[in-house]
């Protein structure tokens, strides 16, 4: 039954979602593309660093890829004045300070692009070391945009 | 106020999708990259086929690339046992109709990926008549497995 409830209210909460204007869009586009490179990095943290035995080369090249796919899209299309507020699949988390900082967030985006596209590079290599490597840069990159612009939960 | 509740309902039913077990992670991982993949096809049927005045290379590039990594990401891992029932952002629309169709599933699946890697290889060389006809394999591959195996909105 509670279960039921639940299921009901986050329907009809996504419904009134889908409604709204792109704002509410351009969120949920954003909440998806950080989910799937999200993912994708979970994969190579396991393969690279929790567990090297599982390591594959195939797995962690199409995660490299898909990360740096997400950096090379064009997200900051989708951070449009006044989406630091609304809701995409859940609240957006972005920080009001996005739109005083952009100078700072644009260096912290290049930097993320530029560690991504080399770890797609080393990936490919199969050099696991190399790869671990690259794969803290691209997390010391997410971790600094973060800190500066996203709410922390 | 109505905006206060629905947020409030919101983040509840998230927080409660949060802590429940793999298939619920499974569902939104699964939304996360197609919701990415859709945001990626809307940019090329744009710039390609709506408004093909505003067609940029390195952008529908981008998407093409971004189409593609989504599907060699290994989505089907994502589909275990009874992740026909469940929420990950909301409610899966997968059909039963996936377990016992494994075969036929497959089969798409590999036309989806054989399509979206050509459309990355077509889109690179900027021809938006070959990128156009390429895109309409895309599309035909997702319409295929969503008739398939998605409950229709």
């Known amino acids: 039954m509670k279960k039921k409830l639940t299921l009901a209210i986050l329907l009809a909460a996504t419904a009134t979602a889908a409604l709204a204007g792109p704002i509410e869009e351009n969120i949920r586009w954003r909440q998806s593309a950080y989910s799937f490179a999200a993912w994708n990095v979970q994969k190579i943290k396991s393969q690279v660093v929790d567990h090297p035995d599982t390591y594959n080369k195939d797995s962690v090249t199409a995660a490299a890829n898909a990360i740096a796919a997400v950096a090379n899209s064009g997200l900051g299309a989708l951070y449009t004045e006044g989406s630091d507020q ?7 988390r972005l920080k009001p300070e996005f739109f005083l900082k952009k100078d700072e967030v644009t260096k912290l985006a290049n930097t993320f692009n530029e560690a991504a596209n080399e ?28 800190d500066l612009i996203r709410i922390k939960e």
Chains 1, 2 share one sequence.
């Open 86 to 92: 609304g809701i995409g699949w859940k609240q957006t």
């Open 119 to 146: 770890l797609a590079k080393v990936a490919a290599t199969g050099d696991v070391n190399l790869i671990k490597t690259q794969f803290g840069k691209v997390g010391e990159s997410c971790k600094a945009c973060h």
